[in-house]
């Protein structure tokens, strides 16, 4: 491994039984299962480890009927990253799956865009249908962690690492970034929810929870490019994900996929 080519993980940590016409704009003709995974990820270099998002609370995931299989800690202890020695993490979006366990990670500092902070904590939490997917104790216990110090703020695309950069992907919210890694197969996108399922992008269906279908579409365009193979991009909630990629070691099988590989 060089310098700027990292190991990277998808970490599952949470799951919901759901149905087909729950995912797009419009809905879908079949009534059909269509589960969604929760994860965490992480990118591990010679020059330190970037954990992307912090999932959400056992009591947040139990309040929304989501089922919480593992805490965030435990998922990375499990690939060999203590939470407490982190000190970078890339929070994507500020929706309550992806920085609900931020006080799991006391040393670290927190990547996020400028239009994320802003969209939180502006006009747009007025609207009911817009403000659902936050919990606003955690939006607020960010907002202390800036006085702390402790947020890093983007405006836009931003190298962090060598190997290692956030890209402004907006749609699902206004200020969803993307982070592309460096790996031995390639450059990879950790997509978060610029697309939740492959289908999303590979069939032009936007995802139902939008704060702007033209540009959740225009962002699905622009992933593709940022990978170095559209077979590299990496949805958000797909459990596709753990059947694509080998598993970080057998016993993790279900648990923690190798996204430096080539998916089958």
């Not at 995912?23 to 010679?46: C, L, N, S, T």
């Not at 931020?102 to 902070?117: G, I, S, Y």
């Not at 031995?184 to 590979?202: K, M, P, W």
């Not at 940022?226 to 994900?241: K, M, Q």
């Amino acid at each position: 491994m060089s310098d700027a080519t990292y190991e990277v993980y998808a970490i599952k940590y949470g799951e919901r039984d759901a149905r087909r016409a729950e995912h797009f704009v419009g809905g879908d003709p079949h009534d059909a299962p269509m589960p969604m995974d929760y994860f965490v990820w992480a990118a591990v270099g010679p020059r330190g480890t970037w954990v992307i998002d912090t999932g959400f609370s056992r009591a947040d995931g139990e309040r929304r009927g989501r089922t919480y299989l593992r805490s965030v800690t435990d998922g990375l202890a499990a690939i060999g990253v203590d939470a407490a020695a982190v000190t970078d993490v890339v929070l994507t979006h500020l929706h309550y799956d992806h920085m609900g366990g931020v006080d799991e990670f006391p040393n670290a500092r927190f990547h996020l865009q400028d239009a994320e902070m802003a969209y939180a904590t502006g006009r747009h939490m007025a609207r009911r249908a817009l403000r659902h997917g936050f919990t606003p104790e955690q939006v607020a216990a960010l907002v202390l962690e800036v006085y702390k110090g402790r947020v890093a703020f983007h405006d836009g695309d931003d190298e962090l690492a060598p190997g290692l950069s956030v890209h402004h992907l907006p749609g699902h919210t206004l200020g969803l970034q993307s982070v592309r890694v460096a790996t031995r197969v390639g450059a990879i996108l950790v997509a978060s929810d610029a697309a939740h399922y492959y289908e999303n992008f590979t069939d032009g269906r936007p995802f139902i929870a939008v704060h702007d279908i033209g540009a959740m579409l225009d962002s699905h365009d622009r992933l593709r490019r940022l990978a170095d193979d559209e077979r590299f991009v990496v949805p958000g909630h797909d459990p596709l994900v753990l059947q694509r990629y080998p598993a970080a070691r057998p016993e993790l099988s279900g648990i923690a996929a190798r996204l430096d590989a080539e998916p089958s």
